[in-house]
Structure formats: structure tokens, C-alpha cells
């Protein structure tokens, strides 16, 4: 079953829906908090953690972290509350109140850390933080992130935006975040996966019919077809790749070789012959064409004979490649029949000359290029990515990938891909996520999703820096992608 994503705006009406139907708000509070000291008690087994310090806020965020330090002490640990001024909530009160009285928690008025403690919990903001921190709480989140211990958060991390995962202008750095009732997308993409660490759900109350999904996880777990023992080249999809300036040869090389080693039966690049020899001593399979050479009815002959197409890798954007832009996208796009991967330079031309693409297109901006394809800057994309990519397909139509930590992909639905990592941004990721593409649809067209072969990807990059991420090179992937596509 799918891992479902929700706005945060949506969980609130899900609550407010909730306590309409006579639900105590209070004792939804008292079984969140129980429902994750329970888990923090297990989690604390093998280590040792005896000392915690929860930090509460002023919203009922803060009251889950009275409650869960009260059944933390119950449970025998030693616990301690620094705390905010109380807000008005009247949950808030009684939450404070029994942690006060009923278990004589220690509850320090002020910020103040003197001592050393095993593990701090964090629960100062809860998901409606949509502003800028002031100075004061900066700097209590920056002394939260200096202690050492084991750092957890409730429901998100302090200071993260619960739908864009923008930073407010910092956040708790957590190593755990147990966010409730739904998952939040702030968790997994933008600058989320830095600040929240490993993410458990706490499941409390049954969805209801109002309340819809934001978006999907995209799931882990991809099995590929098995082949059979009858199958030849002419089964598995010819892949075309399309690009390759006088000046920049690199890229073209990477998309075919990812191409083949996802499986694809035939590869032919077209490029300019500059590149045919280095081609061809690398990888001699692949077949080559002279990009110079091809008229429009040549054009035409050779995409009757195959199945996808990647353009745009290593195009260039001078007058020669807006030449070749103009010469083939038309016929791509215009095609029934070819799933077609628009990428780089051909991306950059979209932008400059916007058009409408048709379903079977799949266009995988990085940041930089989204900003180039609405007019604005990368960091309004960064802001909110979500929104950014459904303003892309609001704009030019087809499927998207917006690329970057947590890449999103639209499709019927949006997904969030919850693997890959940094040392994946290097030259020449993309090329090789622009063959995987290609050569997966080649092989499955719609039997694959788009999220899936992101997925795949991301897990390609997972293996190849098991031993480190500093220093891995795209055209390193190959043998991980062989990897990852026979799991």
C-alpha cells in the first residue's frame, strides 16, 4: 500500500472534523504523546539514555511534549522540561498542569541548559509554522542543534515549513521525527530529509472522507518483469538518444551507456561525429548516427525504428543547436507513439519557445531549469517545490520530474521519491536518470510509472555510495543501475 502525504492545512480540517464529532481534543493530545513515548521507550532499549530534556513551545505542539515527558518519568527515566511562556490553549494547561503536579516534572521557565542530557526532545513548533522565526527562537533552535544527546522532534522538526520542507530561516536537526496522524511532504523533500532524520508515523484516528491526499511516496520496493528465455535484442525496446554538440560529447555517452545497462535491447545515438570514436571505444554496441547528416525524412525513418527517445543532453544553445531543436521536436512531440525524454538543452529551448506537450513526453528539469521554464528564480523553485511542479505541468502539460533532494514526480499523481543522496550532485546524474528513463519506458511503456524508475535511480545512486558519498562520478552508476534493475 502506498505511503500517503497530506497538505497540513488538511490534517487540521481532519481534526477540526474530529472534534465535531464529540472526540476529546485533549485526549487525542494524551494518546499521541503515550503513543510515542511508548515508541521513544523502545527506541531508548539499546541505548543509554536516562537523562532527557524536552523543549515546549507555546501551541499544543508544546503539550504533546508535557504529556511525553510525564510518561517518560512514569516510565523511570529522568526528565526535565524547559519550556516557553504557556499559550492560551486550554489543552496546553491541563498538559502542563499534570506534568507539574500529578508527576512532579521539573519544569525550568527558560531555555537555560546546564547540564549535559542523554536525549532532547523537541517540541516547540508543531505543523502550522508558515513564518519567518523571530531572533529569540532562532537562537533557541540553534542552542537545541549544539547539545549533544540524541535529538528527536514531534511532528516536525522545529522551524521546518510542514509543506514546502523550507527552513524558517533554521530548524531542528533531528535524528528521529515522529510526526502525527499523516505524513507531511515537508518531511521528504526540499530541505526536510537534512533536518528530520528517520520518520515514524503515529497512527490515531481512522481517515475520513474529506480528507485528500497531497501526494504518494514513492515506493521502494520495484520488481521488473522476468524475461523470457525466448527473448532477443527486437523485445527489449531500441532507445535513441539525441544530442551531443560539436563541443560537448560527455553526456550522450552517459544516457546511452545508462540506457543499455537498464536493459534496453538496441541504443543508437545521434550526435555529432565528432564523439562517434570515443563512442565506440567505450561501447561499442551502441550505433551511431551523424546528427549533420539527417534531413527530415531521415529523421522520420529512424524514429520509425524506435521505441524512446532522450533529447537534449549536451545539445549546446547556440544557433546550431536551436537549429536541431526546431528540425526534431516537432516530430517528437507530434508522435503517438514514442515515449520521448526531454532534458538539459531541450529544456532550455522549451522555455524559450513554450509549447504544449503531449502525454507521452517526460520533461526532468533540475532547479536551476524549472526556474528557466517559469521565469523566476531557483529559489522560488526551492521555496516550494510542490507547487513549482504542478505550475510546470500547468504551463507546458506532459510528466514531470523536478529533480533534487526528495525529487517529485507528476504523473496522473504526484510521488515524492524518498531515496538517493547527496553525493548524487554530479555532472552527468542527470543524463544517466535521462537513459534509465528512456530505456525502462523502451522496454515496459506503461507498465513502468515514472516514480519507479526515479526510484530505481535513486537506488542505483544509494549502492554506488554505500562506501561514501564525496567523489562518486555519474558514469560510475552503470554497474549499481545493473544492480537495482535484476533485484
Known amino acids: ?35 510515542i513515548a511508548q515508541q521513544l521507550i523502545e527506541l531508548f532499549k539499546d541505548r543509554a539514555i536516562k537523562n532527557i530534556a524536552v523543549w515546549c513551545g507555546q501551541g499544543n505542539n ?24 504557556l499559550g492560551e490553549s486550554t489543552d496546553l494547561h491541563c ?28 517540541a516547540l513548533f508543531g505543523i502550522g509554522l508558515n513564518r519567518e522565526l523571530n531572533i529569540d527562537w532562532q537562537q533557541v533552535i540553534q542552542k537545541f542543534n549544539e547539545q549533544v544527546g540524541l535529538k528527536i522532534s514531534i511532528d516536525i522538526p522545529s522551524g521546518l515549513q510542514a509543506n514546502t520542507g523550507q527552513v524558517l530561516p533554521c530548524a531542528v536537526r533531528a535524528d528521529y521525527t515522529f510526526t502525527v496522524l499523516g505524513l507531511k511532504a515537508g518531511l521528504f523533500t526540499g530541505q526536510g530529509k537534512e533536518y528530520a532524520g528517520q520518520v515514524h508515523l503515529i497512527n490515531l484516528i481512522p481517515t475520513d472522507y474529506e480528507l485528500k491526499p497531497l501526494a504518494y511516496l514513492s515506493p521502494t520496493s520495484i520488481k521488473l518483469p522476468r524475461r523470457m528465455a525466448f527473448g532477443h535484442k527486437g523485445n527489449y525496446g531500441h532507445v535513441l538518444v539525441v544530442g551531443g554538440h560539436e563541443q560537448m560529447g560527455g553526456a550522450v555517452i552517459m544516457a546511452a551507456e545508462a540506457a543499455f545497462h537498464a536493459g534496453a535491447g538496441k541504443v543508437t545515438v545521434v ?20 546528427i549533420n547528416a539527417l534531413d527530415e525524412n531521415s529523421i522520420k525513418e529512424i524514429l520509425s525504428q524506435v521505441d524512446a527517445v532522450c533529447f537534449g543532453m549536451g545539445l ?18 507530434q508522435s503517438t507513439r514514442l515515449e520521448v525524454v526531454l532534458d538539459a538543452d531541450a529544456l532550455w529551448f522549451l522555455a524559450k519557445q513554450p509549447e504544449k506537450l503531449n502525454t507521452h513526453i517526460y ?17 522560488q523553485i526551492e521555496n516550494d517545490r510542490i ?20 525529487s517529485l514526480i507528476l504523473e496522473d499523481n504526484l510521488y515524492i521519491c524518498t531515496q538517493g543522496n547527496a553525493g548524487m550532485g554530479t555532472g552527468g546524474m542527470g543524463d544517466v536518470l535521462a537513459g534509465m528513463l528512456a530505456s525502462l519506458k523502451a522496454q515496459f511503456h506503461q507498465d513502468i510509472a515514472l516514480h519507479e524508475i ?17 567523489g562518486l562520478q555519474a558514469f560510475e552508476m552503470n554497474q549499481a543501475i545493473i544492480q537495482v534493475v535484476n533485484q
Open 316 to 333: 549546446g544553445r547556440d544557433d546550431w543547436a536551436k537549429q536541431i531543436y526546431q528540425q526534431w521536436f516537432n516530430l517528437l512531440n
Open 95 to 122: 498538559a502542563a498542569q499534570f506534568a507539574r503536579e500529578e508527576l512532579k516534572v521539573q519544569i525550568h521557565s527558560n531555555f537555560d541548559i546546564k547540564r549535559i542530557f542523554d536525549c532532547h526532545i523537541d
Open 1 to 35: 500500500m502506498q505511503a500517503v502525504v497530506y497538505h497540513s492545512d488538511d490534517i487540521r480540517a481532519w481534526e477540526r472534523r474530529w472534534f465535531a464529532a464529540q472526540n476529546s481534543s485533549l485526549g487525542l493530545m494524551q494518546q499521541a504523546a503515550w503513543s
Open 454 to 470: 526515479v526510484t530505481l535511480h535513486a537506488q542505483a545512486g544509494d549502492l554506488l555510495a554505500k562506501n561514501g558519498m564525496r
Open 271 to 290: 550526435c555529432h561525429r565528432n564523439h562517434h570514436q570515443a563512442i565506440l571505444s567505450r561501447a561499442p554496441n551502441i550505433m551511431l548516427r551523424d
Open 62 to 85: 508544546a503539550g504533546d511534549g508535557y504529556f511525553i515527558a510525564s510518561y517518560l518519568k512514569q516510565a523511570g527515566f529522568n526528565v526535565e522540561i524547559f519550556a516557553a511562556q
Open 387 to 406: 507547487a513549482a511542479i504542478y505550475a510546470l505541468q500547468q504551463k507546458y502539460a506532459g510528466h514531470w520530474v523536478l529533480k533534487g533532494a526528495g
Open 363 to 379: 520533461a526532468t528539469p533540475h532547479p536551476g531549469e524549472a526556474a528557466t521554464l517559469l521565469g523566476c528564480s531557483t529559489a
